[in-house]
């Protein structure tokens, strides 16, 4: 009797590190759709901090907010947000510093998240969509831009590191709960 014939296993994901693989082309899309959405979102309520674009109130109409729900020194606490988001979101659509991109968006959201928590879940007064900017920009942080990013013609990141993500998630955890400890 001989033994039954065995063909050779293929790994889950055929691409080498080219990445000329269908699995990573989809992967690398999914990717840039993320990072786009997520990255569009987080601009366009940045310039509506920052600008007042897209019905947004502006830096004044901001910090007039953010002294309404606790934060110490409204306008810069409105700049800083407004910033954040703006470039935070531009640099994601971009694939560009992703792991601090995420974090940015993350550490922001996280915010976010404190201010309505007594909203409940859902919408409009609910935090779902928060939580959601959140686990999204997590995501990315932890697994990348994927090829289609700028981040790809920086060295250091050129290949994603896991470490490089915790540690900028870690890096927003702190942040935003040293700025929530200010809020009080």
Known sequence: MTAPSTSPTRPLDTDGPA????????????????????????????????????GGGGIDGTAQFFTSVGYPAGEAMATVAALTETFGGLALILGLLTPLA???VTGTMINALAVKWNGGFFSPDGVEYELLLVAASAALALTGPGRLAADRALPPLREHRTTHGVGALALAVITAGVVLLLRG
């Open 19 to 54: 990445g000329a693989g269908p699995r990573g082309a989809g992967l690398d899309a999914g990717l840039l759709l993320l990072r786009i959405a997520v990255g569009a979102i987080m601009a366009a309520h940045g310039t509506q901090k920052l600008f007042g674009w897209f």
């Open 102 to 104: 995420a974090a940015a």
